[in-house]
């Protein structure tokens, strides 16, 4: 197989020729250290005596000299992170086996147009997975955010860990911890791109420190830029790709620039579309029958795959020693990042969107109404709707340009009783900020537009068309001429009614903490230690719409298309919570028991909104030898709800609905008299008379939201045989059980749920009009769901530190394997409720509710090797099968061909392949790094646009790049 080679050199080459440059300066200057790190282009000539003391284990808020605690936690080294050639955190971590559903990929259009990366721990979702920065609270779960060259290390947490850290830690905690003591400087430039010649990556850091006596400062600057890549560009996203009855195809939308008229009997009946372009006014005999196969419009060309962002970090960690016993620290960053997403042109939808085509329009060639309400059918007397589909091509794609800039900064104090005291104290106070701008050109301003398209004329004095008619015309109003969006004049017409909605989101968070740790009695096992804190946090939230995109009153609909309409809100909420967690030696060096260690902690937590959680835990450590650790924990977890799930706002959207009411007889009715209020017999109405129907959003709803809680249990063992020394195995049987999850009702199971009880809760969210059509129905975000998920961790490690072959030592080898095996996930939105369904989501994948991708395994095997200057690195990623769809009688009722029902669709485990060498040049204390990510080009699985989101594949699982060359010259002064 051809690798492209060129390629790797020309990803290199901008990093080289910098690298370079700056490496003459460095010549002869002494290397950087960064104290519990081995950075390669700076490797010490001798090691240092060390000192054992005691530190804070993720997971914990004991101070504990054993790194092998009841916590089970996955640590990426530095090392790690520079052999990926990843450039943002987000990227590197979806690796993690732990990580399943649907985590967000922000390099994917419709995966997170403004940049944001975030971790979904057992595939529980973001929102139940906590981000912390050494220990602290970030304002977001953007991991994006973090400076990437200022990570010393990642601990993943695989556990729930409420009563260690409170709300949100469900699924785990991931932990970024800083390089704090790092000295000298450091300069690195990187560049990457794809074989095929996009995609390019390209970035710089630069970190800073220095010490003393007193204390030290740590400072630098990250940049990174990500060029798009469109689905265009890419055979598997190029079309949006179907599976119907067997039939595969490439299919893409109705609303074609052309147009698409649905005709009245009298017009032929039938749909027709315009033959092809041409300038001025059409005529019936300009269109010609619609074809499905080769009028479609392709929509998925212009989607992207990797969409352009630019992100700069700027940071600053330092500390100062007031006393022998008391330090100020204080650790700060700053991150912009601009990012773009794409759409295709606006699709429109005269009935849908609500917008009535006159009959009366001078340039509507066919003379009959489209929209709603069109006309009234000759034979049977009763109002019939004729469609006409198009889409705004002259306007350009619809654009979202973000803007995002996010601040944090920790200040604190901490230290000691007294040099002779083994109790240690922290006290801080930690600001998060983040201010994020959207821009959307791309839309319509709609109420123009209705009058534009309503009754007009050709003015017989001035020879210009106007709106209205002859005898009342309107003034300001310029016609349009949407059956011909070909023609020069209706582009200007329409860019008249062009709009660009901004849209601003403004956080805050203020947390105040105090803590306390250390030793209570010695006990004849060990020493009894305790540690406590209390915190109060304040976060709120602002956002602001643009006047034209605001919905208006309670159905959702605004000045715009519709799906650009969006609700201001503001609000927040305060939470104060006090904690302790004690660990107590229970036997040591005794039969049977070499330690044996109990942990039991506790956090009350009390939210103005929410009401208050209590969450416990009761973790135990038994070895009952050397070389064998058996460790089990039993925990309450929970989380509270949001703000943007406490004061989300109405917005609209148009699902498709069936009204259980239609073709009721009198006594039915009576029977269900509140579901199917006005109603009457035999309706055989629509069911939705308005554009959009559906309302979705807490406020609209009225809904009072209440924490999640639940359970969690982690029970393993660590297996380091003293006969191997450097292997270790562990393995955890892991479960989570969550109750009163916070769930987005559907407009369906609102109406069932009402029809089948008169008295549910869910009855007034259902709005009828005075003829029985449904005005609107609001979807409810209520506290009804259920989640239970298990699974196996599995890690195997081996570090031999000289690697001999016949007597020759060919340097440090070090392998590893982590694995994941899922063996439930089953999620049930509306337990008691009519129709309710629970989707058993083990070894599936489902585009339903933001289920994702569950697949049963998930492994992550890596070699390491270093010999003197040189040192390479090999891992392979790998994702199970899985399977798209459920057997006929199986309760999901979701298929993987919706033409066949009960079809399941089956997918080939996949393996990505990555490789990286590394090369230290100690003359010049510089270091070289090349790489090749995704090395077998492997293709992600094709799973048709019917079962996806977008680009016909799982993106936030699979790779959509392909292979991808990469460079990075780091240099130490």
Same mark, same amino acid.
């Given at each position: 197989?051809?690798?492209?080679?060129?390629?790797?050199?020309?990803?290199?080459?901008?990093?080289?020729?910098?690298?370079?440059?700056?490496?003459?300066?460095?010549?002869?200057?002494?290397?950087?250290?960064?104290?519990?790190?081995?950075?390669?282009?700076?490797?010490?000539?001798?090691?240092?005596?060390?000192?054992?003391?005691?530190?804070?284990?993720?997971?914990?808020?004991?101070?504990?000299?054993?790194?092998?605690?009841?916590?089970?936690?996955?640590?990426?080294?530095?090392?790690?992170?520079?052999?990926?050639?990843?450039?943002?955190?987000?990227?590197?971590?979806?690796?993690?086996?732990?990580?399943?559903?649907?985590?967000?990929?922000?390099?994917?259009?419709?995966?997170?147009?403004?940049?944001?990366?975030?971790?979904?721990?057992?595939?529980?979702?973001?929102?139940?997975?906590?981000?912390?920065?050494?220990?602290?609270?970030?304002?977001?779960?953007?991991?994006?955010?973090?400076?990437?060259?200022?990570?010393?290390?990642?601990?993943?947490?695989?556990?729930?860990?409420?009563?260690?850290?409170?709300?949100?830690?469900?699924?785990?905690?991931?932990?970024?911890?800083?390089?704090?003591?790092?000295?000298?400087?450091?300069?690195?430039?990187?560049?990457?791109?794809?074989?095929?010649?996009?995609?390019?990556?390209?970035?710089?850091?630069?970190?800073?420190?220095?010490?003393?006596?007193?204390?030290?400062?740590?400072?630098?600057?990250?940049?990174?830029?990500?060029?798009?890549?469109?689905?265009?560009?890419?055979?598997?996203?190029?079309?949006?790709?179907?599976?119907?009855? !067997? %039939? &595969?195809?490439? /299919? +893409?939308?109705?609303?074609?620039?052309?147009?698409? =008229?649905?005709?009245? #009997?009298? $017009? *032929?009946? !039938? %749909? &027709?579309?315009? /033959? +092809?372009?041409?300038?001025?006014?059409?005529?019936? =005999?300009?269109?010609? #029958?619609? $074809? *499905?196969?080769?009028?479609?419009?392709?929509?998925?060309?212009?989607?992207?795959?990797?969409?352009?962002?630019?992100?700069?970090?700027?940071?600053?960690?330092?500390?100062?020693?007031?006393?022998?016993?008391?330090?100020?620290?204080?650790?700060?960053?700053?991150?912009?990042?601009?990012?773009?997403?794409?759409?295709?042109?606006?699709?429109?939808?005269?009935?849908?969107?609500?917008?009535?085509?006159?009959?009366?329009?001078?340039?509507?060639?066919?003379?009959?109404?489209?929209?709603?309400?069109?006309?009234?059918?000759?034979?049977?007397?009763?109002?019939?709707?004729?469609?006409?589909?198009?889409?705004?091509?002259?306007?350009?794609?619809?654009?979202?340009?973000?803007?995002?800039?996010?601040?944090?900064?920790?200040?604190?104090?901490?230290?000691?009783?007294?040099?002779?005291?083994?109790?240690?104290?922290?006290?801080?106070?930690?600001?998060?900020?983040?201010?994020?701008?959207?821009?959307?050109?791309?839309?319509?301003?709609?109420?123009?537009?209705?009058?534009?398209?309503?009754?007009?004329?050709?003015?017989?004095?001035?020879?210009?068309?106007?709106?209205?008619?002859?005898?009342?015309?309107?003034?300001?109003?310029?016609?349009?001429?949407?059956?011909?969006?070909?023609?020069?004049?209706?582009?200007?017409?329409?860019?008249?009614?062009?709009?660009?909605?901004?849209?601003?989101?403004?956080?805050?968070?203020?947390?105040?903490?105090?803590?306390?740790?250390?030793?209570?009695?010695?006990?004849?096992?060990?020493?009894?230690?305790?540690?406590?804190?209390?915190?109060?946090?304040?976060?709120?939230?602002?956002?602001?719409?643009?006047?034209?995109?605001?919905?208006?009153?309670?159905?959702?609909?605004?000045?715009?298309?519709?799906?650009?309409?969006?609700?201001?809100?503001?609000?927040?909420?305060?939470?104060?919570?006090?904690?302790?967690?004690?660990?107590?030696?229970?036997?040591?060096?005794?039969?049977?028991?070499?330690?044996?260690?109990?942990?039991?902690?506790?956090?009350?937590?009390?939210?103005?909104?929410?009401?208050?959680?209590?969450?416990?835990?009761?973790?135990?450590?038994?070895?009952?030898?050397?070389?064998?650790?058996?460790?089990?924990?039993?925990?309450?977890?929970?989380?509270?709800?949001?703000?943007?799930?406490?004061?989300?706002?109405?917005?609209?959207?148009?699902?498709?609905?069936?009204?259980?009411?239609?073709?009721?007889?009198?006594?039915?009715?009576?029977?269900?008299?509140?579901?199917?209020?006005?109603?009457?017999?035999?309706?055989?109405?629509?069911?939705?008379?308005?554009?959009?129907?559906?309302?979705?959003?807490?406020?609209?709803?009225?809904?009072?939201?209440?924490?999640?809680?639940?359970?969690?249990?982690?029970?393993?063992?660590?297996?380091?045989?003293?006969?191997?020394?450097?292997?270790?195995?562990?393995?955890?049987?892991?479960?989570?059980?969550?109750?009163?999850?916070?769930?987005?009702?559907?407009?369906?199971?609102?109406?069932?749920?009402?029809?089948?009880?008169?008295?549910?809760?869910?009855?007034?969210?259902?709005?009828?009009?005075?003829?029985?059509?449904?005005?609107?129905?609001?979807?409810?975000?209520?506290?009804?769901?259920?989640?239970?998920?298990?699974?196996?961790?599995?890690?195997?490690?081996?570090?031999?530190?000289?690697?001999?072959?016949?007597?020759?030592?060919?340097?440090?080898?070090?392998?590893?394997?982590?694995?994941?095996?899922?063996?439930?996930?089953?999620?049930?939105?509306?337990?008691?409720?009519?129709?309710?369904?629970?989707?058993?989501?083990?070894?599936?994948?489902?585009?339903?509710?933001?289920?994702?991708?569950?697949?049963?395994?998930?492994?992550?095997?890596?070699?390491?090797?270093?010999?003197?200057?040189?040192?390479?690195?090999?891992?392979?990623?790998?994702?199970?099968?899985?399977?798209?769809?459920?057997?006929?009688?199986?309760?999901?009722?979701?298929?993987?061909?919706?033409?066949?029902?009960?079809?399941?669709?089956?997918?080939?485990?996949?393996?990505?392949?990555?490789?990286?060498?590394?090369?230290?040049?100690?003359?010049?204390?510089?270091?070289?790094?090349?790489?090749?990510?995704?090395?077998?080009?492997?293709?992600?699985?094709?799973?048709?646009?019917?079962?996806?989101?977008?680009?016909?594949?799982?993106?936030?699982?699979?790779?959509?790049?392909?292979?991808?060359?990469?460079?990075?010259?780091?240099?130490?002064?």
């Amino acid at each position: 197989m051809k690798l492209g080679v060129s390629k790797l050199s020309s990803a290199v080459r901008l990093a080289l020729s910098l690298g370079a440059v700056i490496a003459v300066g460095a010549s002869g200057t002494a290397f950087a250290q960064d104290t519990g790190t081995q950075d390669a282009a700076s490797q010490p000539s001798a090691k240092k005596a060390q000192t054992l003391q005691t530190v804070v284990v993720t997971g914990s808020n004991i101070r504990r000299v054993d790194l092998e605690t009841s916590n089970p936690v996955l640590t990426i080294d530095r090392a790690q992170i520079q052999a990926s050639g990843k450039q943002t955190l987000g990227d590197l971590v979806q690796s993690i086996p732990a990580i399943a559903g649907a985590a967000t990929n922000p390099n994917v259009n419709n995966g997170g147009g403004n940049g944001a990366s975030t971790v979904s721990l057992r595939g529980l979702g973001s929102n139940r997975t906590l981000i912390l920065i050494d220990g602290k609270r970030v304002l977001n779960n953007d991991i994006n955010a973090i400076p990437a060259s200022m990570v010393e290390r990642i601990d993943v947490l695989k556990d729930g860990a409420s009563a260690t850290y409170g709300s949100d830690a469900i699924g785990g905690v991931v932990n970024f911890i800083m390089r704090k003591d790092f000295q000298g400087a450091q300069v690195s430039v990187n560049y990457g791109e794809s074989d095929r010649s996009d995609g390019a990556q390209k970035g710089f850091a630069a970190t800073f420190g220095t010490s003393s006596d007193k204390g030290n400062i740590v400072a630098g600057i990250d940049y990174n830029h990500f060029d798009a890549v469109s689905s265009g560009n890419r055979d598997f996203s190029k079309y949006a790709t179907y599976l119907y009855s !067997g %039939s &595969v195809f490439n /299919a +893409g939308s109705s609303r074609n620039p052309n147009g698409r =008229a649905y005709l009245a #009997p009298r $017009n *032929g009946g !039938g %749909s &027709v579309t315009l /033959a +092809g372009p041409q300038p001025g006014t059409t005529t019936a =005999a300009d269109y010609r #029958p619609y $074809n *499905g196969r080769t009028d479609a419009y392709n929509y998925a060309a212009l989607n992207l795959i990797q969409t352009p962002q630019e992100r700069t970090n700027v940071f600053v960690l330092g500390s100062y020693n007031l006393t022998d016993n008391v330090t100020a620290y204080m650790d700060a960053f700053y991150n912009k990042t601009t990012s773009h997403a794409a759409l295709a042109p606006l699709p429109f939808d005269a009935n849908s969107d609500g917008v009535l085509i006159s009959k009366d329009n001078y340039y509507n060639p066919f003379k009959q109404d489209f929209g709603p309400g069109s006309e009234i059918d000759p034979t049977t007397g009763k109002p019939t709707v004729y469609n006409y589909l198009t889409r705004f091509v002259p306007l350009g794609q619809r654009v979202l340009d973000y803007s995002t800039t996010t601040g944090q900064i920790v200040a604190g104090l901490k230290g000691n009783f007294g040099q002779d005291s083994s109790w240690q104290w922290n006290a801080d106070l930690n600001y998060g900020h983040q201010s994020t701008q959207q821009r959307s050109p791309g839309y319509i301003y709609y109420a123009g537009l209705k009058s534009a398209l309503g009754p007009s004329f050709l003015d017989p004095t001035t020879g210009v068309v106007t709106c209205g008619t002859a005898a009342a015309p309107i003034a300001g109003c310029t016609p349009l001429n949407i059956f011909n969006l070909n023609d020069p004049q209706t582009l200007a017409t329409l860019k008249q009614f062009a709009a660009a909605p901004f849209y601003h989101t403004l956080q805050t968070s203020r947390r105040a903490e105090i803590s306390a740790n250390g030793s209570l009695w010695d006990l004849p096992a060990g020493t009894m230690q305790l540690a406590v804190g209390g915190s109060y946090d304040k976060e709120y939230q602002n956002y602001q719409v643009d006047y034209i995109a605001q919905t208006r009153g309670q159905d959702g609909t605004c000045f715009i298309s519709q799906e650009a309409c969006s609700t201001p809100l503001s609000g927040g909420f305060t939470d104060k919570e006090v904690y302790f967690e004690l660990f107590t030696p229970i036997l040591a060096d005794v039969p049977f028991a070499k330690s044996l260690n109990v942990t039991i902690g506790s956090r009350f937590s009390q939210y103005n909104t929410a009401g208050s959680s209590w969450n416990q835990k009761f973790a135990v450590e038994w070895r009952p030898v050397t070389d064998l650790l058996l460790r089990g924990t039993v925990a309450g977890v929970f989380r509270a709800p949001n703000i943007n799930e406490l004061y989300n706002g109405a917005a609209g959207s148009a699902p498709q609905f069936a009204d259980p009411c239609r073709g009721l007889t009198a006594a039915e009715l009576a029977t269900h008299a509140v579901a199917c209020q006005n109603v009457p017999v035999n309706y055989a109405g629509t069911g939705l008379s308005q554009t959009t129907g559906v309302v979705s959003g807490s406020v609209a709803a009225g809904v009072n939201l209440k924490p999640e809680h639940g359970k969690s249990y982690d029970y393993g063992f660590v297996y380091d045989p003293s006969y191997a020394p450097g292997l270790s195995f562990e393995a955890d049987l892991w479960r989570v059980t969550l109750d009163d999850t916070i769930t987005a009702i559907g407009a369906q199971t609102v109406m069932n749920s009402c029809f089948a009880n008169d008295a549910s809760q869910f009855c007034p969210l259902i709005h009828r009009l005075g003829s029985g059509d449904i005005g609107f129905i609001a979807e409810p975000t209520v506290n009804l769901g259920k989640l239970n998920t298990k699974g196996i961790d599995s890690s195997l490690k081996y570090k031999i530190p000289h690697f001999d072959v016949f007597g020759q030592n060919y340097g440090d080898l070090a392998v590893s394997l982590d694995s994941t095996y899922l063996i439930r996930y089953n999620n049930d939105t509306a337990p008691g409720q009519p129709g309710d369904t629970v989707f058993h989501m083990a070894g599936h994948y489902n585009n339903q509710s933001e289920y994702g991708n569950y697949t049963r395994w998930r492994g992550l095997a890596q070699v390491n090797w270093n010999n003197g200057p040189w040192s390479a690195n090999y891992n392979v990623r790998y994702i199970g099968s899985v399977k798209v769809g459920w057997p006929l009688g199986a309760p999901e009722g979701v298929s993987g061909d919706p033409g066949i029902p009960g079809t399941v669709l089956r997918y080939a485990p996949v393996m990505y392949h990555n490789l990286s060498f590394g090369y230290n040049l100690a003359a010049y204390h510089t270091r070289f790094d090349v790489g090749v990510n995704n090395l077998f080009d492997k293709q992600p699985p094709l799973m048709y646009q019917n079962n996806v989101l977008n680009s016909n594949t799982d993106t936030n699982t699979y790779e959509t790049i392909g292979r991808y060359f990469w460079g990075r010259v780091t240099v130490t002064f």
